[in-house]
Structures are given as C-alpha cells and as structure tokens.
C-alpha cells in the first residue's frame, strides 16, 4: 500500500500538472493555496487547488473554494487532497469551503472528507451579450458542497 503525503507545489507545476491529468478540465488561472500528495517515492499522485469562490455571492473573504483536483486514481488520494486543503484554510482563517461535483462523480471523495451537500446549481453558459465569451463545453447542473469551520 502506497503512503501519500502533503507536499508544496508551485502554482505552474501545479497547473502543468492538471493540465496533463485532469479529466475534463483545464487548471484555473489563479488560486490561494494549493497542495501535491506524493507517494513514497517522491511521484506526484494528486494535485488541489483552492482560490475565491468563482461566485461573487460567496466571495464574503472568508469563504474558499476547491476549483480544481485531479488524481492519476491513486486511492483516497482525492479525500486527502480535500483534508489538506481544508487544513491550510482554517489555519489561514477562512471559515467556510465550497467546491462543485456534476452528478455522476458521486462525491464520494467529499463525504470521506466531512463535507455536505449545500444545494444544487443549475448549469448555464457564460457568454451573454454584454460580456461575450467562448462557448462552455461544461455547462451541466452541478452539486455544491460545502464545509462550515464549527
């Protein structure tokens, strides 16, 4: 059995390695934390990175939000990703973490971390006519959740 362990990571690396590893999507622009599991041998397994909530209704200063993890599969790799990253918030001061699942991911990895569900998102595009952008290829109903700082 494999030990994983927190490890830093810059944000290129990180991003270079979601990139790469990522199922669906490309790593976010920008973020406050982020963290690598590596294994015994020093080989990245899992990469997370958390930044201000994407939705300005959120964007309270002392809310974060998981935007991206991404595992080569090892196991429970994706539950530690969001303990560490829960971790480092708290000890950073923010109280409330929120992170977005489609339905078919199950959020199994978000149980096994204590978080819950927090409400549903009903999928949209981006691009509007006062602000137009590329098509979104993901714009499916989502799952929030969310852990709250007891």
């Not at 549903?120 to 969310?146: E, H, L, M, N, Y």
């Amino acid at each position: 059995m494999t030990t994983l362990r927190a490890h830093p990571i810059t944000r290129a690396a990180a991003r270079a390695w979601i990139d790469t590893t990522h199922r669906h999507l490309k790593a976010p622009a920008g973020d406050v934390i982020r963290v690598a599991l590596v294994d015994d041998t020093g080989t990245i397994r899992c990469v997370a990175m958390a930044g201000r909530p994407v939705a300005r209704g959120l964007d309270d200063g002392l809310t974060l939000e998981v935007t991206r993890v991404a595992s080569d599969g090892a196991p429970n790799a994706c539950s530690m990703a969001y303990g560490a990253l829960r971790r480092a918030a708290v000890a950073l001061g923010y109280r409330r973490i929120v992170t977005y699942s489609t339905e078919e991911e199950g959020g199994a990895s978000l149980r096994a971390a204590g978080w819950t569900v927090d409400g549903t998102v009903k999928g949209r595009q981006w691009s509007c006519a006062s602000r137009p952008r590329g098509a979104s290829c993901f714009d499916v109903d989502k799952i929030r959740w969310a852990w709250v700082k007891p």
